[in-house]
């Protein structure tokens, strides 16, 4: 019998190909999209159910995942993977934008996972992975309530794993590094950011690269992750920028590391952390801002 996987926001980037992979895996897949528009972008393949879900509705979580256990008659793994980007000074930020910065991805998350956790506490056996960011390894300069909710979904993720080993469930998280996917064409830009930003700004985005790993790497990982027999292990890192970061840290020390880190945000690298921490894949970035 094949098994089952619920993947979240897989209208297009990491989550159509996390899709794409499992099912040529053999797996059945349940597909979520938020728009009805998308309700055919799995179209064509037989192993593939697409659904309607709104993460940011946290009410909705309990039906869905007895929608979705009615799909194929069960569920092995759930993937968490749908996300949004807020970025902006912090000053210049709403509590709006980062309350639905966390709405989407932690509280949605969370809810989703809650929804899923007695189907896979009673089969006893289960894989939930929930992707974070590099960002949740060290916080990037307009990015913070971004990075913020990413290293919630990691710190999470390491809490539920303990909690649910005892049922056999196994819980990840990815740490993605920078991605050539469609996330950077939805930015939410914060308003009315002071003028004084604007060389800072400029700044760090004259030294981020323009280029990311394709959205297949990512779901290579996450396969890997669904399928690797060794429970305790939580975070898996995806992209050579990502895949990079604890061996620096191990080198450098965690404090050298951020030293070296800040200096590498504005532009100014050393040799050194350029060595260790290689630019992004090769694919140009999809960004609007």
């Known amino acids: 019998m094949s098994k089952v996987i619920v993947v979240t926001g897989t209208a297009s980037g990491m989550g159509k190909a996390t899709v794409d992979k499992f099912a040529a895996e053999g797996w059945n897949v349940v597909a979520t999209v938020r728009k009805e528009a998308d309700l055919t972008v799995h179209e064509g393949n037989p192993r593939v159910k697409t659904l309607l879900l709104d993460v940011d509705d946290e009410q909705a979580a309990p039906a869905f995942a007895q929608q979705a256990l009615g799909q194929f008659g069960r569920v092995d793994a759930l993937v968490n993977n749908a996300g949004y980007y807020q970025m902006g000074p912090i000053e210049s930020t709403s509590l709006d934008q980062i ?19 007695p189907h896979f506490r009673r089969q006893r056996s289960g894989v939930i992975v929930n992707i974070s960011s590099l960002t949740a390894e060290q916080g990037y300069p307009y990015s913070a309530a971004y990075a913020a909710s990413k290293a919630a979904v990691a710190t999470f993720s390491e809490g539920l794993s303990m909690e649910m080993a005892e049922f056999g469930v196994v819980v990840r998280a990815i740490i993605p590094g920078q991605h ?60 050579p920028d990502s895949t990079a970061i604890p061996e620096a840290k191990r080198i450098l020390g965690p404090q050298q590391y951020w030293e070296e880190f800040r200096q590498a945000a504005v532009g100014r690298p050393s040799a050194l952390f350029r060595t260790l921490v290689p630019v992004p894949g090769p694919e140009p970035l999809e960004r609007e801002v």
């Open 99 to 117: 309350h639905r910065q966390f709405q989407t991805n932690v509280f949605g998350l969370i809810a989703v996972t809650k929804a899923f956790l």
């Open 180 to 239: 050539a996917t469609r996330i950077f064409t939805k930015i939410d830009v914060a308003s009315g950011i002071d003028e004084e930003y604007q060389p800072g700004i400029e700044s760090f985005f004259a030294a981020t690269p323009l280029t990311g790993s394709l959205p297949h790497v990512t779901a290579d990982v996450i396969y890997q992750a669904v399928v690797d027999p060794q429970t305790t292990r939580v975070r898996y890192y995806s992209g």
